[in-house]
């Protein structure tokens, strides 16, 4: 499968924003790809998802109108800007990849991201 390797998490405060990357191998085509984050004694959350060929998006309530999901065909890379930051998105956040759309996610290693008040 090749790794996903996310970056660009941190700590900002509410209001800031961050974007994260995730970069796949080049020699691997994922049709599907999305953004899952998961806080402390919480459920995973898929907060972006997006179909790599016709970049048809979606996002979970949560964070409509706040953040934005594009993926990058040359480079394989995913990206999530997210804006408006709010100290209810901190979480471990993962880059997730299925060649078929089929719900069979190759997960990256995830990357934390902490938002103060």
């Known amino acids: 499968q090749g790794p996903l390797v996310e970056s660009g998490g941190g700590s900002v405060q509410a209001g800031g924003s961050l974007r994260l990357s995730c970069a796949a191998s080049?020699?691997?085509?994922?049709?599907?790809m999305a953004w899952f984050r998961q806080a402390p004694e919480q459920e995973r959350e898929r907060v972006a998802f997006?179909?790599?060929?016709?970049?048809?998006?979606y996002y979970s309530d949560s964070v409509k109108g706040r953040f934005t999901i594009s993926h990058d065909n040359t480079k394989n890379t995913l990206f999530l800007q997210m804006n408006n930051l709010e100290p209810g998105d901190t979480a471990m956040y993962s880059c997730?990849?299925?060649?078929?759309?089929?719900?069979?996610?190759?997960w990256g290693q995830g990357i934390q991201v902490t938002v103060s008040s």
């Open positions: 997730a990849a299925d060649h078929s759309c089929n719900g069979a996610w190759f």
């Open positions: 997006i179909y790599t060929g016709n970049k048809n998006a």
């Open positions: 080049i020699h691997y085509n994922y049709a599907c």
